[in-house]
């Protein structure tokens, strides 16, 4: 079974977060690592660690002092789940013969090496395809996302 790592999960959850927060009548745009925890009931300190890797990543900006937290480095209509998902886990690949370590032992025998490689550029492009501002979107039109709770991506 195909399945994201806990830590992208949160990230997607944490930038989707915010995403709502900056369409907010309030206008409140930064938002803490702990405020954002607080809301998904997420361990403060593994999202901290994940919010620093997407700032790092470029998708965050992080503001210090007393008013500090993170915001959106660019519009959530910018922002891939792919962007986010990469900035996390590092490059997708479906099997470890696809990989930045070259070609296994079985490269020149292997049947299943392309079908998998379209697998993994299909999965690629669904997620280059899901826009942040999608799941913010998907979160309004349910009722659900912005009192913390989980929402169900249909595509």
């Known amino acids: 079974m195909l399945r994201l790592t806990k830590k992208a999960d949160y990230g997607l959850m944490a930038l989707k977060y915010l995403a709502e927060q900056a369409a907010g009548p309030d ?6 690592a702990k405020d954002i925890a607080d809301a998904y009931h997420i361990p403060h300190q593994l999202l901290a660690k994940i919010l620093q890797t997407l700032a790092k ?35 997708l690949f479906i099997t470890s013969c696809i ?43 349910s009722g659900k996302g912005s ?4 929402v169900t991506l249909t595509y």
């Open 57 to 91: 990543a470029g998708l965050l900006v992080s503001h210090a002092g007393t008013n500090g937290g993170y915001e959106l480095a660019r519009p959530a209509d910018k922002i891939t789940a792919f962007e986010i998902v990469r900035a996390i886990d590092g490059p």
């Open 99 to 141: 990989s930045v370590h070259g070609p296994c032992d079985l490269t020149n025998t292997c049947t299943i090496k392309e079908p998998l490689q379209k697998l993994t550029d299909g999965i690629r492009d669904l997620l280059v395809g899901i826009r942040l501002s999608d799941l913010a979107e998907q979160a309004n039109k």
């Open 27 to 32: 206008g409140s745009r930064a938002q803490s």
């Open 147 to 150: 009192k913390g709770e989980l």
